[in-house]
């Protein structure tokens, strides 16, 4: 007598999928939990329950539909993610459509997490006028005298007491404060050096007289920790007896940093402030909108036309936190919390 096989139940199959969902719910909680409380704990705990996630997908996968056929979807399907990447770089005229903003750098018309969009520029020209960008024509010798003594442009306003090496970095004006220039690179010598140091070698208004690039200032208010504050930050440049102020209609371009910066290697997402000429040849300056002063003063070169990656076509919020998890992004940046009154 031939005894019957036990057909296995659709129970353990479906206690699994409940599994499966369950961790996408999570993942997806602790990713919104991760941009509103920019906890690197957080974070952690969306990487652990993203790598989860793909590991049980892939086992499931295994099971139902073998390791070949399985293997086989995953390569039709980053097969297809190329050739749309491909369409997109053909489409919009850009050799990176799609990037992330990991600062809150833009806020609030950009958030740390949203994905971007992006369009080449095309004629750098053409793009120029017809955003109405303040295109200031400088000669070869201006500029490169500029090249040479670069250090001299990284200036930024902080205020300070009647303690004169008393500076707030924070650009939080009080009643007693007074404004004075601070050069970048002396301030990086802040720890090492001294605040005596810094402000007799550092503080240095008179110094930007003999620049291309001169700078304004005006006391402006902060939201900081649901708080306002007074704040120091640049009204206005002077370039060549042209005076330019900020326009927040202007488009937001992406650049990259290079190893001549002051900051880390990486895409900047910010606005275009206003173009310099060298006959043929363009140099951008750029701001972010939540930032007290221009890129320039935090010590970032003019990028070249050629080297801007495009413009932001259009921005998705959160899909870019995935992107951030998976390259490790996830330390507490500076900034998220405090937002310029316009």
Not at 108 to 124: A, C, E, Q, S, Y
């Amino acid at each position: 007598m031939r005894s019957k096989s036990n057909k296995p139940t659709a129970k353990p199959k479906k206690s699994q999928g409940k599994i499966t969902w369950l961790l996408y719910v999570l993942l997806f909680l602790s990713i919104i939990a991760y941009a509103f409380y920019n906890n690197p704990v957080i974070g952690i705990m969306a990487i652990a329950l993203l790598v989860a996630v793909l590991i049980l997908d892939f086992g499931e996968s295994v099971r139902e539909e073998g390791t070949k056929k399985t293997v086989i979807e995953i390569g039709v399907a980053i097969t297809a993610v190329v050739i749309i990447y491909i369409v997109l770089i053909l489409v919009l005229g850009t050799k990176s459509p799609i990037d992330t903003v990991a600062s809150c750098s833009m806020l609030p018309i950009l958030h740390r997490g949203d994905m971007v969009i992006l369009k080449g520029t095309g004629n750098i020209t053409d793009f120029l006028n017809t955003n109405h960008i303040p295109i200031v024509n400088v000669s070869s010798q201006a500029f490169n005298k500029m090249e040479s003594n670069m250090s001299s442009e990284f200036l930024i306003f902080y205020p300070y007491t009647n303690n004169k090496s008393d500076i707030n970095t924070s650009f939080i004006v009080t009643n007693d404060s007074k404004i004075a220039l601070y050069n970048q690179l002396c301030l990086a010598k802040l720890s090492s050096i001294g605040e005596d140091y810094l402000f007799y070698k550092c503080a240095v208004p008179q110094s930007q007289y003999d620049n291309l690039i001169k700078y304004n200032y005006s006391i402006g208010r902060m939201m900081v920790n649901n708080l306002t504050e007074r704040i120091v930050y640049t009204s206005s440049i002077s370039i060549a007896n042209t005076t330019i102020v900020e326009n927040y209609s202007n488009p937001i371009i992406v650049y990259s940093t290079t190893s001549n910066d002051l900051v880390p290697l990486e895409d900047i997402i910010h606005r275009l402030y206003a173009a310099i000429r060298v006959g043929g040849n363009y140099y951008l300056l750029t701001k972010g909108d939540n930032n007290p002063m221009l890129d320039i003063q935090f010590g970032v070169y003019p990028t070249s036309s050629t080297d801007v990656v495009g413009y932001v076509l259009a921005h998705i919020p959160i899909i870019g936190y995935l992107k951030l998890l998976v390259s490790g992004q996830i330390g507490e940046v500076a900034g998220c919390n405090q937002t310029i009154l316009r």
